[in-house]
C-alpha cells in the first residue's frame, strides 16, 4: 500500500530528526579528559578516556603504562596538557645499626602525552633530598615543587652512605621522632619547567649557603612533613612537630616569587593548627580556604588566608566528619565553583577489607562554614587514596587502593549530591591506585 503524500511527508521528517538526534548524540559524546591513576604494585600508570555524556571510562591503546620507577604515589599534569611527571617514591633499606638507611629507584619521571591520550617516557629527575612523599606544581606552572622527608644528609655514615637517621644525635639531624631516631629536617626541592619540552632544571636557594659558600640546592622545612599545598602566593607545608618550640601539627607558609621559584619564609614561627593528626592539606578551588583533614579525631579544620600567607581559623572550625560510617579522612577536593566539599574516607586503618569506605559531602557557606549536604554520604571503591573533579566540572573520581578501581560519580552542581553514572560506574585498574589526575587538553 501506498502512502499518501502527507504521511511520506510525516515519514521524511521522522526519518530527519532521528538521524539529525543521533549525529547531535554522536558529537556531543566526545573525550573531555584523559584520566591517569598511579598503581603501587607494579609500579604501573592506568589511563582512560573521560565520556562528556557520561561520565565513563575507557582503557587508553598500550595502557598501563610503566611508572618509570618504584612506588609511584603522587602525579602532576602540566598546564599545557602535554605533559605528565610522576613521583616515584621509592623504596627504604632497611635500617643498620646505628639506625640509617637508604632509598633507591626514587625520581621523576617525565612523559609525553600524545595522541589519544597515549604516554610516551622522556626524562628522569632526581629530587634533592630523600623520601619524597608529595609533588606541586605553582598556578603557572612554571615550577614543580617536590616535598622531600629528609633534607640532604650533612654527612655520611661509616659505610659511605648519606646519614639521614641515627640513633645518636650527630650533626645536622635535628629532629628527633617518636622512636628517639635522629633525622635532618625536611624539604623542598624545586624545578623550573619548560613548557616546550617539559624538561626540568633545579633553582637553587639563593638565600641560603652550605659551609663552603655554595648555595643550598633546596629548601628547609619542618621536622617529619606529611603534605604541602601550592596556591597562588604560597606553599603551605604540613608537618609533624617543630624541634625547637616542639608544636606538633602545624603548617608554615612560604611565599612563592612567581618570577624565580625561589621559596622565602614570612613568619618566624610556625602555625598550630590544633589537629591531633594530619592526613592532608588542601583547599577549595578558589583558593580562598585552607583545609585540614584530621583522621585520629575525625575532623575538618578550615582557615582563611591572611596577610603574608598566615591562617586564621574560621569560626565554625573544626567541624565534625561525623556523616561518615567509615571514618579516616584521607583526601579532599572541591567543586570548581567553591561551593561544595568532598571528603574521601578511607574506613579502618588496618586489615585488608575496608567495606565502609566512603565520600562525605558538604555544602561551602559564604562565611566558609560546612554543613553536611542531604544525604551526606556517599559510596566508593576500598580504601581511597584519591578524590578529584573531571575538568567538564560535571564528574568525581576516587582512585581506590584496596579494590584496586577506579569509581565515578554524576555531580549535581545545585545539591552537591552524588549519584552512579549510567551503564557503570566502577572500573577495574592498576594495582593498588596511589593517586588520580585529569587531562583536558585531548586533542
Excluded at 659505610?159 to 628527633?176: D, H, M, R, V, Y
Excluded at 641560603?208 to 648555595?215: D, K, S
Aim: aromatic share 10%.
Amino acid at each position: 500500500m501506498k502512502l499518501k503524500k502527507s504521511g511520506q511527508i510525516f515519514l521524511a521528517m521522522a526519518v530527519s530528526l532521528g538521524l539529525s538526534f543521533g549525529l547531535t548524540s554522536c558529537v556531543n559524546d566526545y573525550t573531555v579528559a584523559y584520566l591517569y591513576v598511579t598503581g603501587s604494585y607494579q609500579n604501573q600508570i592506568g589511563a582512560f578516556k573521560i565520556s562528556n555524556n557520561t561520565g565513563n571510562l575507557t582503557t587508553i591503546p598500550g595502557s598501563p603504562f610503566g611508572s618509570g620507577g618504584t612506588n609511584p604515589i603522587r602525579e602532576v599534569v602540566s598546564t599545557s596538557g602535554r605533559y605528565l611527571y610522576i613521583l616515584n617514591a621509592g623504596t627504604a633499606s632497611a635500617p643498620g645499626a646505628n639506625g640509617n638507611f637508604t632509598y633507591k629507584s626514587t625520581n621523576i619521571t617525565v612523559y609525553s602525552v600524545g595522541g589519544d591520550g597515549v604516554l610516551a617516557p622522556q626524562q628522569t629527575y632526581t629530587s634533592q633530598g630523600y623520601g619524597s612523599i608529595r609533588m606541586a606544581l605553582s598556578v603557572s606552572g612554571g615550577y614543580l615543587y617536590v616535598l622531600d622527608e629528609y633534607a640532604p644528609a650533612a654527612g655520611n655514615d661509616s659505610s659511605g652512605n648519606p646519614l639521614i637517621a641515627s640513633k645518636t644525635l650527630e650533626p645536622g639531624l635535628s629532629c628527633q621522632d617518636s622512636s628517639g631516631i635522629y633525622h635532618p629536617v625536611g624539604d623542598i626541592t624545586v624545578f623550573s619547567v619548560d613548557s616546550n619540552t617539559g624538561r626540568l632544571s633545579l633553582v637553587t636557594n639563593s638565600q641560603l649557603q652550605t659551609p663552603t659558600g655554595a648555595q643550598l640546592t633546596y629548601f628547609p622545612v619542618g621536622c617529619e612533613p606529611i603534605d604541602l599545598k601550592v596556591t597562588g602566593g604560597y606553599a603551605y607545608v604540613a608537618d609533624t612537630y617543630d624541634p625547637v618550640t616542639g608544636n606538633r601539627y602545624t603548617v608554615f607558609p612560604y611565599a612563592i616569587n612567581s618570577s624565580s621559584g625561589q621559596l622565602t619564609t614570612t613568619q618566624n614561627t610556625e602555625f598550630v593548627t590544633g589537629a591531633a593528626s594530619i592526613s592532608a592539606i588542601g583547599s577549595d578551588a578558589a583558593t580562598k580556604y585552607i583545609y585540614i583533614l584530621d583522621p585520629v579525631n575525625n575532623e575538618i579544620w578550615y582557615y582563611t588566608v591572611g596577610s603574608q600567607g598566615l591562617l586564621q581559623a574560621v569560626t565554625t572550625s573544626p567541624t565534625s566528619n561525623s556523616a561518615t560510617s567509615a571514618g579516616n579522612p584521607i583526601e579532599l577536593t572541591s567543586d570548581s565553583k567553591s561551593q561544595f566539599l568532598y571528603i574521601a574516607n578511607a574506613g579502618p586503618t588496618s586489615g585488608i577489607s575496608k567495606p565502609n569506605s566512603d565520600i562525605t559531602a558538604y555544602s561551602i557557606a559564604s562565611n566558609g562554614a560546612l554543613a553536611p549536604t542531604a544525604p551526606g554520604e556517599f559510596g566508593t571503591g576500598s580504601s581511597p587514596r584519591c578524590i578529584l573533579e573531571d575538568p567538564s566540572n560535571q564528574y568525581i573520581y576516587t582512585a581506590d587502593f584496596d579494590s584496586n578501581t577506579v569509581t565515578g560519580h554524576v555531580l549535581d552542581p545545585n545539591s552537591g549530591v552524588l549519584t552512579n553514572m549510567r551503564n557503570q560506574s566502577t572500573y577495574p585498574t592498576v594495582g593498588n591506585p596511589t593517586w588520580c589526575v585529569a587531562d583536558s587538553h585531548t586533542d
